[in-house]
Nanobody, 124 residues
Framework: VQLQASGGGLVQAGGSLRLSCAASGRSSSTYAMAWFRQPPGKERVFVAAIRPGTSTTYYADSVKGRFTVSRDNAKNTVYLQMSSLKPEDTAVYYC??????????????????WGQGTLVTVSS
């Protein structure tokens, strides 16, 4: 599966953005999907994940209550709605996919497919 992330940009603190991750190839409805982010000069970290089938969602504590991950299986697309953005949310955001769901979802090494990343910059 190929992943294409989009929707990044410059936004003021307190604002909102919606990122999209379009999947091509095999239907993404059967894949577990996730978002990670990599702030400047730092490691890539987990943001959110969504299970196939149940669409149960999981979030990093730093974004819980502000970000929402969702999927539209008909469009083969996963979204990350980001609200109440803070300067510390500035990062390149990556979507990821894998075939099998696991409770170990916050480790980058457990995700097989990656999109190219989209930059989100939050100004203070």
């Amino acid at each position: 599966v190929q992943l294409q992330a989009s929707g990044g940009g410059l936004v003021q603190a307190g604002g909102s953005l919606r990122l999209s991750c379009a999947a091509s190839g095999r239907s993404s409805s059967t894949y577990a999907m996730a978002w990670f982010r990599q702030p400047p000069g730092k490691e890539r970290v987990f943001v959110a994940a969504i299970r196939p089938g149940t669409s149960t969602t999981y979030y990093a504590d730093s974004v819980k209550g502000r970000f929402t991950v969702s999927r539209d299986n008909a469009k083969n697309t996963v979204y990350l709605q980001m609200s109440s953005l803070k300067p510390e949310d500035t990062a390149v955001y990556y979507c990821a996919a894998r075939i099998h769901w696991s409770v170990i979802f916050s480790e980058t090494s457990t995700w097989y497919y990656w999109g190219q990343g989209t930059l989100v910059t939050v100004s203070s």
